[in-house]
């Protein structure tokens, strides 16, 4: 597609329930980037894909989180056992080659924690 | 670790006022800076870029100077717009990826 897409753009869940967010890159950018943003927090660092691998993972929250990234594009973060800390807008981004400025994000997944 | 301090918002601003929004940074070595903004119902973008120290980045008459001597990256307009309400984010490129301040909302009035 033209940009990146995320999906779903919304979720309510309950407490304790798990969830998965999806990301569709810009076809070609090799590199993604999942941040969390929360009220008051800015732009919290998550996770980073070269290709299909993960090479820095240092900001997930706990290992009720984890993320794949299946050849070489979608990217799916999923959290288990939902907490009502997790509620935030979880952003995906993408870039051509290695070029760690010019990040092209899509417009978020928020998520609310009942 | 690599930071980013920007100035609290909300910044209530008349149109054709002056902007600055400030930013700070702490790093080890040369990082690249920018300023990214996020308009009501879309995504991050990229508003501008300074690579190097003394660089200067500027878009839609937005200005930012790359201050290594005060590690400062400071926003600027001469005359917002109502258009130009948005969340205004700083960043350094870290280590693989960047690190952004807790954003800087500007609310410009007709």
């Known amino acids: 597609g033209a940009g990146v897409s995320q999906s779903p753009s919304n979720k309510v869940t309950e407490k304790g329930k798990d969830v998965e967010l999806r990301c569709d890159p810009i076809?070609?950018?090799?590199?993604l980037y999942w941040y969390r943003q929360s009220l008051g927090q800015g732009l919290e660092f998550l996770i980073y894909?070269?290709?299909?691998?993960?090479?820095?993972k240092s900001g997930l929250p706990s290992d009720r989180f984890s993320a794949e990234r299946t050849g070489g594009s979608v990217s799916t973060l999923t959290i288990q056992r939902t907490q009502q800390e997790d509620s935030a807008v979880y952003l995906c981004?993408?870039?051509?080659?290695?070029?760690?400025?010019?990040?092209?994000f899509g417009e978020g997944s928020r998520l609310t924690v009942l | 670790g690599d930071s980013v301090t920007q100035m609290e918002g909300p910044v209530t601003l008349s149109e054709e006022a002056f902007l600055t929004i400030n930013c700070t940074y702490t790093?080890?070595?040369?990082?690249?800076l920018f300023w990214y903004v996020q308009y009501p119902g879309e995504g991050l973008q990229l508003l501008l870029k300074?690579?190097?120290?003394?660089d200067k980045g500027s878009n839609k008459g937005f200005e930012a100077t790359y201050r290594k001597e005060t590690t400062s990256f400071h926003l600027e307009k001469g005359s917002v717009q109502v258009s130009d309400s948005a969340v205004y984010f700083c960043?350094?490129?870290?280590?693989?990826?960047?690190?952004f301040g807790t954003g800087t909302r500007l609310l410009v009035s007709p």
């Open positions: 981004a993408s870039v051509a080659g290695r070029n760690t400025g010019e990040l092209f």
């Open positions: 076809s070609g950018h090799t590199a």
């Open positions: 894909f070269q290709g299909n691998s993960a090479p820095d």
């Open positions: 790093a080890t070595g040369y990082p690249s």
């Open positions: 300074a690579t190097k120290a003394d």
């Open positions: 960043a350094l490129s870290g280590f693989q990826k960047l690190v």
